[in-house]
C-alpha cells in the first residue's frame, strides 16, 4: 500500500439563508398536525431553521417530511426542472479551513 498524508482538519461553514414556503404551514392546526406526526415545535420559526438546515446541508431537490420539495426558483431533478414547494436563497456563505491534527 502506498504511504499515506492524513491530516484532521476543522471546516467551519455559516450561511446566510433566506427562506420561503406556504403560509398554510403556519397555521395552529398545521402546527399541531407537524407535532402530532412529526416531531415536537414550537411554531413557524422552527419549521424556517428546518427548512434553511436542510438546505445547508445540500437538501436541494428532496421531498422532505413537513414541507414538500426543497429548491430554489430553478431547481433541476435529474434531468428537468421541478417546481418546489418550499424555496431558499443562499445569501452568504463563507467556508474556513484549518489544520488541526498533522500524522505522518
Known sequence: MAEMITRTVKVTIEKEIKVSFSAELGTPESIAQWCKGLWEIEGVDDIAKYAAEQAAQGAAGCNLDGIGRLGTEHTWFGSKEVKA???????????ESEIISVEG
Open 85 to 95: 414547494d418550499t424555496l431558499f436563497e443562499v445569501l452568504d456563505d463563507c467556508v
